[in-house]
C-alpha cells in the first residue's frame, strides 16, 4: 500500500486547537508589523522634506564643534537718505555724522581742534583777560630772570608785555572759528576739474621748543559741483598755523578741515618750511627744508589725478 492510499486521520481536537492558535498569533505579529510600516511610512512622508534637510545638512554645514562654527558677520543696516543733505556744507560740517574725513576736526560749534583752555580764553571778560596779561607777564619777567638777565633795565622793561601780546597773537588760531573764516563762501558752479592755490606763505610754533617754523603751502582740491572762495584756502591755512602746532599736524589739519566744509571729490595738501629748531640749535643745519602731504579722496585713489598736481605746484622743478 502506497503513501497516497494510506487512510487520512482526522486530527484530534486538541491539535487542531493548537495549529489555530498558532495561526491567530502569526496573523496578530503581521498586522502588528504592518501597522508599524503604515505608521514609519506616515512619519516619513509628514517628515520628508526635514528629514532630507538634516541629511543635507550634515554634508553641508562644518564639523558640530562650536569652534569650527564661522563667526555671524552683522547684517549691514539700509542706507536712508538724511534730511541733512539739504543743509549747505558749512552747516554739514557740524553734524559728525556727516564728515567724510578720516578724523573730524570741525567741533560743533565750528571751533577746530579746540584745545584744552581754548573756550576759556575765548568766554572770558575783561577782568580774566586782564589777570591772564599779567600772569603771562610774570612769566616772562621770570624766563628773564632765569637766563641771567635784568628785567628791569630800559631795553627789557616793556618786553614781557610786548611778548605776551604777541604769544597771543601767534596762538590766536584757537578762537578762530571756521564758520566765520569761510562765511559762506561756498558756490554750487557744477565745477569738477582741479583747482589749486599754490605758494601760500605759513608761519606757526613748533609746540616741542616754542620757535617759529615757516613755509608755503600748496592747496588743490577738485570740487563736486561747489566750490570755494579761492581766498578761504589761505585763511584755513592761517586758522591751524596760529597756534602751536608740528608740521605733519598741520598739513593733515587743513585738508581734512577743507574736506568737511566743502565736500569735494578730494584734497590735496603740501608744505615745504624750515624749521628755526633745527637752524638755530640742535643740528644747526641752515638749507634743509621738510617736506609734508597729505592727499585724501581721489588723489589719493587716482596715481594720474595726484602727479598731476603735484606737477602743477612744481614740487618736481628742481
Known amino acids: 500500500m502506497t503513501s497516497a492510499d494510506a487512510p487520512v486521520r482526522p486530527e484530534s481536537p486538541s491539535a487542531s486547537s493548537a495549529n489555530g492558535d498558532q495561526k491567530h498569533r502569526k496573523n496578530r505579529k503581521r498586522s502588528r508589523s504592518h501597522r508599524r510600516a503604515d505608521d514609519d511610512n506616515a512619519s516619513a512622508n509628514a517628515n520628508g522634506t526635514h528629514a532630507l534637510a538634516e541629511r543635507r545638512s550634515s554634508v553641508s554645514k562644518p564639523a558640530r564643534d562650536f569652534r569650527d562654527m564661522p563667526e555671524l558677520s552683522p547684517k549691514k543696516k539700509k542706507k536712508t537718505a538724511k534730511a541733512s543733505s539739504a543743509l549747505s556744507p558749512i552747516d554739514a560740517a557740524a553734524d559728525s555724522s556727516l564728515t567724510r574725513s578720516p578724523s573730524p576736526v570741525i567741533d560743533f560749534d565750528g571751533l577746530s581742534r579746540p584745545s584744552l583752555g581754548t573756550r576759556a580764553r575765548l568766554d572770558e571778560t575783561a577782568e580774566q583777560k586782564a589777570e591772564r596779561m599779567e600772569r603771562m ?8 630772570e632765569c637766563v641771567g638777565e635784568d628785567p628791569d633795565r630800559e631795553g627789557l622793561l616793556a618786553t614781557p608785555e610786548r611778548y605776551a601780546k604777541a604769544l597771543l597773537f601767534f596762538t590766536k588760531g584757537y578762537q578762530d572759528n ?24 605759513v608761519f ?32 584755513i591755512a592761517d586758522l591751524f598755523a596760529r597756534r602751536l602746532q608740528i608740521q605733519e599736524r598741520l598739513t593733515k589739519d587743513v585738508a581734512n578741515a577743507i574736506m568737511e566744509v566743502l565736500k569735494p571729490q578730494g584734497v590735496a595738501v603740501v608744505m615745504e618750511s624750515s624749521h628755526l629748531c633745527m637752524v638755530m640749535r ?23 589725478t595726484r602727479n598731476e598736481f603735484l606737477s602743477l605746484i612744481g614740487v618736481n622743478r628742481r
Request: with cysteine; hydrophobic share 35%.
Open 137 to 144: 607777564k610774570g612769566a616772562v619777567r621770570t624766563l628773564l
Open 204 to 235: 606757526s610754533m613748533c609746540e616741542h621748543h616754542l620757535v617759529p617754523f615757516t613755509g608755503k603751502m600748496h592747496i588743490g582740491y577738485i570740487p563736486n559741483n561747489a566750490v570755494i572762495g579761492i581766498s578761504k584756502l589761505p585763511r
Open 178 to 201: 571756521i564758520r566765520d573764516v569761510v562765511n559762506k563762501a561756498i558756490f554750487q558752479e557744477g565745477h569738477n576739474e582741479m583747482i589749486i592755490v599754490k605758494d601760500i606763505e
Open 282 to 304: 640742535g643740528v644747526e643745519k641752515t638749507t634743509s627744508s621738510t617736506i609734508t602731504s597729505c592727499v585724501l579722496g581721489c588723489f589719493e585713489s587716482k596715481e594720474k
